[in-house]
């Protein structure tokens, strides 16, 4: 068995991870070629020379002259509407195979959460059926160019019911294995042709520097050396290139660029890097994919700004520089651009369904889920207005079939009849091996691991037994949430494995820990995060205190620690949180990440030992301890970059202190506020919760994890403002309330009122109100204050933000030392509208288009 794994050097300065050699010429600009092997996969480099410049990167798939021949006829030979039919991507949701003929998609689009039928259980058959009636559509328009089906297949392929899931990105970063990765592309390819797709949004090459960031888990390292050698051998397993055609599937390098390096780990935020901090640090992943040879690359939401450097980049899906002037140019990328869910719409000017900008900056793939009829008519009137060139149409479209000839699917018959057998969707030895490189042992103290094959053990915690806190996000369902153990036919728990490994007999289980553990050889403890995905995964100003993120874990083991009995903690999360209280009840604590279905992974290890995992992320000392990179000024873990114990090892992990500041001030204190209140951003933010309310139940029906409420004036579901999902859309039929409200009590709140701040929302109006509408905030009702707001939900269809002063509802009355409700809209007349991006804004009143009192 070929084997990549490497030790972990003493990081400093830049790193990076592939071979690197001047270009000859007058530009002396550098080249990267194929990553340098160690033990046939791409080696993780001790470190990269720093680069002056983007280099140009020599792709693993040459270009063919038959190919290259064949294209330009074809585009030659092809209408407007085809064109632009090429470039336009929906979701499988929102289309039917007739619509594939008769507007002749390019490829489709598989959100998470969507499958055949709507039916979460949709079978193999199922799948295929869909994919052949997308491709017969496809090969019986005029110009017979085969659809292709994008799916985010991003740990297995997790939309599948059924399908083996492999560890997330972070947890093979800890294996710092690139023929692991190989391995698991490779299986992921199979996984995609059993059930019909050709393309795969993946790997992501993210260098994560914030782990507050929701989407860490996606993130392979805070070291761009991993992300270089493990981007190389994601696109090699996930396209098994042979020369100028794939034996796989299509990867996709994303997101382009800097997804990671967000201020404070906002997701689609600003990038502030210099270009330097662009080409050594965010770039290193896409130098190692695309030398691979991955023939997609998906833009970033984020944009690319830093004023004070110079940097005006903005939204990247808006970008010439980035796209046309970096990827295509400098780089030499001659393969797609597609856009992320909706991106278009974030850039300034520009709607979801009309962007000539985004075009023209180099996008050549457009991800238009449910807006792609409006779309192609925009795009249309813009090519035909000069807006778009006609050039940029083709260049387009001759890239598009470029990567399409290269994919074989020209040559390939319907998805049903190609290479793919519903057995490749299982790969549980595979997993499972990538579960045990994974974790990682942080904690050991008097050698309590490996447990041996007949200890008595008593197993707590909330994650013990659920598959769901095991897979995380991006599984079946977009966010990872609303799964039970029975949407995982096959896949055992980490509670399973250890009845395996040990014997059901000597296993009792207590999610609560109310078990005395006297009598047991260990308790083991498995805790940590729930699921949650991209946006919904920030912790912003809460910071990294796993104690007061997850209380119910302290809980669970202040019931066993302490009592004579040895607790082995395993926390399941997406990212190093600051768990000092947690390893203090523990005499063991192990780092498993987020493993996947085989949770039995986790069991061999605590068994029988065989701890290889390294961090490839620092875990911090304190709750606010973020950004915390290796090789940055002051750099002072808890456990550094690399650490990693064997069970052979003796190492005592002290008592830890466990006083820590809070990291979400508001700006109390006296002071004015400096810093957003944010009240719901695409989810509630603690400690609001959001509710409706009505004559049905005044008390208030809590809005469930699922975005949905109903009474009868008033029903919740959710909807689309800014990105994907981050809205309430409300509907009133009579009178009712939507409102945010903290349950615990109020908050101090006049630091907001002195930094002249305002009460801020986005929303989109679908029905004005037939009525009054107000919007209000309570001190604990019945103390409020109400704005009338009838005014400002007059337009219908175009995105707005309200910005209601805070000193609108002082003047009203409102005791700001004590608001427990932040947030509420109260009509009695129907009214139809999508709420999102609910904060308070120091400063926000002063600016010229807040409302007036």
Same mark, same amino acid.
């Given at each position: 068995?070929?084997?990549?794994?490497?030790?972990?050097?003493?990081?400093?300065?830049?790193?990076?991870?592939?071979?690197?050699?001047?270009?000859?010429?007058?530009?002396?600009?550098?080249?990267?070629?194929?990553?340098?092997?160690?033990?046939?996969?791409?080696?993780?480099?001790?470190?990269?020379?720093?680069?002056?410049?983007?280099?140009?990167?020599?792709?693993?798939?040459?270009?063919?002259?038959?190919?290259?021949?064949?294209?330009?006829?074809?585009?030659?030979?092809?209408?407007?509407?085809?064109?632009?039919?090429?470039?336009?991507?929906?979701?499988?949701?929102?289309?039917?195979?007739?619509?594939?003929?008769?507007?002749?998609?390019?490829?489709?689009?598989?959100?998470?959460?969507?499958?055949?039928?709507?039916?979460?259980?949709?079978?193999?058959?199922?799948?295929?059926?869909?994919?052949?009636?997308?491709?017969?559509?496809?090969?019986?328009?005029?110009?017979?160019?085969?659809?292709?089906?994008?799916?985010?297949?991003?740990?297995?392929?997790?939309?599948?019911? %059924?399908?083996?899931?492999?560890?997330?990105?972070?947890?093979?970063?800890?294996?710092?294995?690139?023929?692991?990765?190989?391995?698991?592309?490779?299986?992921?390819?199979?996984?995609?042709?059993?059930?019909?797709?050709?393309?795969?949004?993946?790997?992501?090459?993210?260098?994560?520097? #914030?782990?507050?960031?929701?989407?860490?888990?996606?993130?392979?390292?805070?070291?761009?050396?991993?992300?270089?050698?493990?981007?190389?051998?994601?696109?090699?397993?996930?396209?098994?290139?042979?020369?100028?055609?794939?034996?796989? =599937?299509?990867?996709?390098?994303?997101?382009?660029?800097?997804?990671?390096?967000?201020?404070?780990?906002?997701?689609?935020?600003?990038?502030?890097?210099?270009?330097?901090?662009?080409?050594?640090?965010?770039?290193?992943?896409?130098?190692?994919?695309?030398?691979?040879?991955?023939?997609?690359?998906?833009?970033?939401?984020?944009?690319?700004?830093?004023? #004070?450097?110079?940097?005006?980049?903005?939204?990247?899906?808006?970008?010439?520089?980035?796209?046309?002037?970096?990827?295509?140019?400098?780089?030499?990328? #001659?393969?797609?651009?597609?856009?992320?869910?909706?991106?278009?719409?974030?850039?300034?000017?520009?709607?979801?369904?009309?962007?000539?900008?985004?075009?023209?900056?180099?996008?050549?793939?457009?991800?238009?889920?449910?807006?792609?009829?409006?779309?192609?008519?925009?795009?249309?009137?813009?090519?035909?207005?000069?807006?778009?060139?006609?050039?940029?149409?083709?260049?387009?479209?001759?890239?598009?079939?470029?990567?399409?000839?290269?994919?074989?699917?020209?040559?390939?018959?319907?998805?049903?009849?190609?290479?793919?057998?519903?057995?490749?969707?299982?790969?549980?030895?595979?997993? &499972?091996?990538?579960?045990?490189?994974?974790?990682?042992?942080?904690?050991?103290?008097?050698?309590?691991?490996?447990?041996?094959?007949?200890?008595?053990?008593?197993?707590?915690?909330?994650?013990?037994?659920?598959?769901?806190?095991?897979?995380?996000?991006?599984?079946?369902?977009?966010?990872?949430?609303?799964?039970?153990?029975?949407?995982?036919?096959?896949?055992?728990?980490?509670?399973?494995?250890?009845?395996?490994?040990?014997?059901?007999?000597?296993?009792?289980?207590?999610?609560?820990?109310?078990?005395?553990?006297?009598?047991?050889?260990?308790?083991?403890?498995?805790?940590?995060?729930?699921?949650?995905?991209?946006?919904?995964?920030?912790?912003?100003? &809460?910071?990294?205190?796993?104690?007061?993120?997850?209380?119910?874990?302290?809980?669970?083991?202040?019931?066993?620690?302490?009592?004579?009995?040895?607790?082995?903690?395993?926390?399941?999360?997406?990212?190093?949180?600051?768990?000092?209280?947690?390893?203090? &009840?523990?005499?063991?604590?192990?780092?498993?990440?987020?493993?996947?279905?085989?949770?039995?992974?986790?069991?061999?290890?605590?068994?029988?030992?065989?701890?290889?995992?390294?961090?490839?992320?620092?875990?911090?000392?304190?709750?606010?301890?973020?950004?915390?990179?290796?090789?940055?000024?002051?750099?002072?873990?808890?456990?550094?970059?690399?650490?990693?114990?064997?069970?052979?090892?003796?190492?005592?992990?002290?008592?830890?202190?466990?006083?820590?500041?809070?990291?979400?001030?508001?700006?109390?204190? %006296?002071?004015?506020?400096?810093?957003?209140?944010?009240?719901?951003?695409?989810?509630?933010?603690?400690?609001?919760?959001?509710?409706?309310?009505?004559?049905?139940?005044?008390?208030?029906?809590?809005?469930?994890?699922?975005?949905?409420?109903?009474?009868?004036?008033?029903?919740?579901?959710?909807?689309?403002?800014?990105?994907?999902?981050?809205?309430?859309?409300?509907?009133?039929?009579?009178?009712?309330?939507?409102?945010?409200?903290?349950?615990?009590?109020?908050?101090?709140? &006049?630091?907001?009122?002195?930094?002249?701040?305002?009460?801020?929302?986005?929303?989109?109006?679908?029905?004005?109100?037939?009525?009054?509408?107000?919007?209000?905030?309570?001190? =604990?009702?019945?103390?409020?204050?109400?704005?009338?707001?009838?005014?400002?939900?007059?337009?219908?269809?175009?995105?707005?933000?309200?910005?209601?002063?805070?000193?609108?509802?002082?003047?009203?009355?409102?005791?700001?030392?004590?608001?427990?409700?932040?947030?509420?809209?109260?009509?009695?007349?129907?009214?139809?509208?999508?709420?999102?991006?609910?904060?308070?804004?120091?400063?926000?009143?002063?600016?010229?288009?807040?409302?007036?009192?």
């Amino acid at each position: 068995m070929r084997r990549g794994r490497v030790g972990v050097a003493v990081l400093v300065g830049v790193v990076g991870a592939a071979l690197v050699v001047p270009l000859a010429g007058a530009s002396g600009r550098p080249v990267v070629g194929p990553a340098r092997s160690d033990h046939g996969c791409a080696r993780i480099e001790d470190r990269l020379p720093v680069l002056a410049d983007w280099p140009l990167v020599r792709s693993d798939v040459p270009r063919s002259p038959v190919d290259e021949s064949r294209v330009r006829r074809m585009v030659a030979g092809m209408s407007l509407a085809e064109k632009i039919g090429q470039m336009t991507q929906p979701e499988i949701t929102s289309i039917t195979p007739e619509d594939v003929r008769v507007y002749g998609f390019g490829s489709v689009l598989n959100g998470g959460g969507a499958w055949p039928n709507k039916d979460k259980h949709a079978p193999v058959g199922d799948w295929l059926a869909l994919a052949d009636a997308y491709w017969q559509a496809s090969v019986s328009t005029r110009a017979k160019i085969p659809v292709i089906w994008g799916i985010d297949a991003v740990h297995g392929n997790n939309n599948i019911y %059924g399908a083996t899931l492999f560890p997330h990105n972070i947890g093979l970063g800890a294996a710092h294995d690139p023929c692991l990765v190989r391995d698991v592309s490779a299986a992921t390819a199979k996984q995609l042709r059993a059930t019909g797709q050709d393309w795969a949004f993946a790997p992501t090459l993210a260098v994560v520097r #914030d782990d507050r960031w929701g989407r860490t888990y996606e993130g392979y390292s805070e070291d761009p050396r991993i992300t270089r050698a493990y981007g190389y051998e994601a696109v090699k397993g996930l396209q098994g290139n042979r020369g100028p055609r794939l034996n796989g =599937v299509l990867a996709t390098a994303k997101h382009f660029i800097g997804d990671g390096g967000t201020t404070g780990g906002v997701d689609q935020g600003v990038n502030a890097s210099s270009p330097a901090e662009m080409i050594n640090l965010h770039g290193q992943g896409y130098y190692g994919a695309l030398a691979a040879g991955a023939q997609t690359v998906m833009v970033s939401f984020n944009s690319w700004t830093n004023p #004070d450097l110079g940097v005006a980049e903005g939204k990247l899906h808006g970008s010439d520089l980035a796209l046309n002037g970096i990827l295509k140019g400098k780089m030499g990328f #001659d393969g797609l651009v597609v856009s992320d869910w909706n991106g278009i719409g974030q850039v300034p000017g520009c709607t979801n369904s009309s962007c000539a900008k985004a075009i023209n900056a180099g996008i050549d793939i457009v991800m238009v889920p449910q807006d792609w009829k409006a779309f192609i008519a925009n795009t249309t009137a813009q090519v035909q207005s000069g807006e778009i060139p006609v050039a940029r149409i083709d260049d387009a479209v001759t890239r598009i079939l470029r990567v399409k000839l290269r994919s074989g699917v020209f040559d390939q018959p319907k998805p049903s009849a190609r290479r793919g057998a519903a057995e490749s969707l299982e790969a549980k030895a595979l997993a &499972r091996k990538a579960v045990r490189e994974s974790a990682v042992l942080l904690k050991n103290n008097g050698r309590v691991l490996p447990l041996g094959s007949r200890a008595k053990v008593l197993v707590v915690g909330k994650s013990a037994d659920s598959m769901q806190n095991q897979t995380g996000g991006w599984t079946l369902t977009w966010q990872g949430t609303g799964n039970t153990n029975a949407d995982f036919p096959g896949g055992t728990t980490v509670l399973a494995g250890l009845r395996q490994a040990l014997g059901a007999a000597n296993v009792t289980f207590s999610e609560t820990g109310d078990v005395d553990p006297a009598g047991f050889d260990a308790v083991v403890a498995v805790l940590g995060e729930t699921p949650y995905a991209e946006g919904n995964g920030d912790l912003g100003r &809460r910071g990294l205190d796993a104690s007061r993120l997850h209380p119910e874990d302290l809980r669970v083991l202040d019931k066993v620690a302490g009592r004579g009995t040895p607790v082995v903690s395993v926390y399941l999360s997406g990212r190093p949180l600051s768990t000092n209280r947690e390893l203090n &009840r523990s005499d063991a604590f192990v780092a498993g990440w987020l493993p996947g279905t085989e949770g039995g992974g986790i069991a061999d290890v605590l068994v029988r030992g065989g701890f290889t995992g390294k961090l490839s992320y620092s875990w911090p000392r304190t709750p606010c301890q973020t950004p915390l990179n290796v090789g940055a000024a002051g750099y002072d873990p808890l456990f550094a970059y690399g650490y990693g114990l064997s069970e052979r090892q003796r190492v005592t992990v002290p008592q830890l202190p466990e006083s820590a500041p809070e990291c979400d001030d508001g700006g109390g204190g %006296g002071g004015p506020a400096t810093e957003d209140l944010e009240v719901f951003n695409r989810q509630d933010i603690a400690p609001y919760r959001s509710f409706i309310g009505g004559p049905e139940n005044w008390g208030g029906t809590e809005i469930g994890p699922d975005g949905t409420a109903a009474q009868a004036t008033i029903s919740v579901v959710p909807a689309d403002v800014n990105v994907q999902q981050d809205a309430l859309r409300a509907t009133w039929s009579g009178t009712g309330q939507l409102y945010l409200q903290d349950p615990s009590g109020g908050s101090d709140l &006049r630091p907001y009122l002195s930094a002249d701040a305002a009460l801020e929302f986005d929303v989109v109006v679908h029905q004005p109100p037939a009525g009054r509408v107000v919007v209000s905030a309570h001190c =604990v009702y019945p103390c409020f204050a109400e704005v009338e707001a009838t005014g400002l939900f007059q337009g219908v269809g175009a995105k707005s933000t309200v910005k209601i002063p805070v000193s609108c509802f002082d003047q009203g009355g409102l005791d700001l030392a004590n608001v427990n409700t932040p947030f509420l809209v109260y009509t009695e007349s129907p009214f139809e509208a999508s709420f999102a991006n609910v904060r308070w804004v120091p400063g926000g009143a002063r600016d010229p288009d807040a409302a007036p009192c």
